[in-house]
């Protein structure tokens, strides 16, 4: 057994797949519209498919905002330079809900970005050691 997907309901597919594609770098993978049922399902991700756990947007037409309740907690991202990976998310038109540093309680390096529906991306930095751009820049 393996994780195949996990599915969020999104408000307006086009902003949230330009989040994704856009902003995250990920790839649209598939997309098919059901008019029987009013939705539209967009299938994005790093990598296959048929290897990789991937993220379903679903678009329910004309619903424009959901209660994302308090239960739903986060999707975690690894990423080799946290800072960097920051940078570019602003850079992007992105809002990086929480700036990188390390977890309360804890060394590892994490920041959290949010989608337009307002979901929680967390960013786990991989690399055992980033310093802060400000910091390398001091010494050099």
Known sequence: MRILHTMLRVSDLDKSLAFYCDVLGMDLLRRK???GGEFTLA???YGKESEEAVLELT???GVDSYNLGD???HVALGV?????TCDAIKG??????REPGPMKHGSTVIAFVE???GYKVELIQTKSKVE???MAAART
């Open 33 to 35: 519209d059901y008019p």
């Open 43 to 45: 299938f994005v991700g």
């Open 59 to 61: 678009y329910n037409w």
């Open 71 to 73: 239960a739903y907690g």
């Open 80 to 84: 080799d330079d946290i800072y960097t």
């Open 92 to 97: 992007l038109g992105g809002k990086v809900a």
């Open 115 to 117: 989608d337009p529906d």
């Open 132 to 134: 802060e751009p400000t």
